[in-house]
């Protein structure tokens, strides 16, 4: 396996470092603290193929591989999680899903504006009650003339708010279980749709969160995605490769971090040097290093066999758990090395501390993907 980025994918990382550096950073705690992104900043993304990073370009998009994805997706997190999040799910969820197991007259409706920035996508899975169990969900559609009426509401949808498009995934044949699930696209202004609760965050503040409810929601039979009864295993499949993305999130985010206490050790200094030159913090940022060198391995490792056409549940799930327990510890060790400067905003690292634990929770927690991992090691 070859491991050197190829002159391509390292002019791609740094124009998508010299954009984020200079259109995202100098704005990062004001987003933050307004708890929104602004309308602008999606037509400039798109403008860098970042809203369409792996739709085929017959549908508008960039077409770029999963390591180029994943090279994207740590740029941006690098900078700002937020921002990174957005992105990470309006390609990896919404727009992932319709580009799997869409039909062409979907592909071709929707794929196109959600590459160019013209719409942004939600993904409804997680519900009150349906969280790591997402087989539990309540949310069902039942069939009425020629469509579908829809009721339930869905918890923590990123996009729950501002997206143009939902993919839902609802139960349409109580009694199968997984096999009773299947996906629908619900465009915004579709009646009986609506955001509910918009959450308010610890971190990742900028990047919209909220409730989504189904009242008597009707979709014609156009909308159903992919196969009726498989909307659930479709969405597995759409979290193996999300999980990639939320990996190559947390190794931008420890990196960031890492960079942040970096200078930072440099800068500050006591008893007539800089802390850097302490043992104790150089051993932080040592250990560090090759914790995100490692991560970013199994990332793109898991990134590759996917391109390759592979299954990639345990390998995903491993750079998941493993990427997202990193950069916790880079962000947390962040603050450590700020000392009292980390715990206020006027410096990065608090805002890393903020966001990062959202990697071990969103797509699945650790303690899920160690589920996932055992399942595939130790199946009897």
């Known amino acids: 396996m070859n491991l050197r980025l190829t002159p391509d994918q390292e002019l791609l990382r740094r124009s998508v470092r010299e954009f984020a550096e200079a259109e995202i950073r100098p704005h990062v705690m004001a987003w933050d603290e307004a708890q929104r992104l602004p309308a602008g900043l999606r037509p400039r ?42 992105v990470a799910a309006h390609n990896g969820l919404g727009t992932a899903h319709i580009a799997a ?8 409706r929707y794929l196109a504006p959600l590459a160019r ?29 020629d469509g ?6 869905k918890q923590f949808i990123t996009h729950g708010a501002t997206g143009d498009l939902v993919v839902v995934m609802a139960v349409t044949s109580r009694g199968k279980g997984s096999r009773g699930v299947s996906a629908f696209i619900v465009e915004r202004g579709t009646p009986g749709l609506r955001a509910g609760k918009k959450e308010d965050k610890l971190g990742m503040r900028a990047s919209d969160t909220s409730e989504v409810v189904f009242e008597n929601c009707r979709v014609p039979a156009s909308q159903l995605l992919g196969a009726e009864g498989q909307g659930f ?57 090759g914790r995100i060198d490692a991560a970013r391995l199994l990332t793109y490792r898991a990134a590759a066999l996917r391109q390759a056409g592979r299954r990639t549940t345990l390998e995903a799930a491993m750079a998941k758990l493993y990427s997202s327990e990193a950069a916790v510890r880079a962000a947390e060790d962040g603050v450590q090395i700020f000392g009292g400067y980390g715990f206020v905003k006027d410096y990065p690292a608090e805002k890393y501390f903020r966001d990062v634990k959202l ?9 899920i993907q160690r589920l996932v991992i055992a399942r595939q090691l130790l199946a009897a």
């Open 45 to 86: 993304l798109a403008a860098l193929g970042l809203m369409g990073i792996q739709v085929p370009e017959e549908y508008g998009g960039a077409a770029m591989t999963a390591v180029d994805y994943c090279i994207c997706i740590e740029e941006l997190a690098r900078v700002d999680p937020s921002v990174c999040l957005s």
């Open 101 to 108: 197991f869409g039909s062409e007259d979907q592909k071709r």
């Open 117 to 145: 920035g013209q719409a942004l996508a939600a993904w409804a899975l997680t519900e009150a009650s349906a969280g790591s169990d997402a087989a539990a969900i309540r949310t069902a559609a039942v069939r009425e003339g």
């Open 148 to 153: 579908w009426v829809i009721d339930g509401a």
């Open 233 to 289: 295993i479709n969405a597995m499949q759409v979290l193996d490769a999300g999980r990639i993305g939320i990996a190559a999130l947390a190794v931008g985010l420890a990196q960031g971090a890492y960079e942040a206490a970096r200078d930072y050790a440099f800068v500050r200094r006591q008893f007539g040097q800089p802390i850097g030159a302490f043992q104790s913090i150089r051993a932080k940022l040592v250990d560090h290093a």
């Open 359 to 367: 990697t071990t929770i969103g797509e699945g927690t650790s303690e």
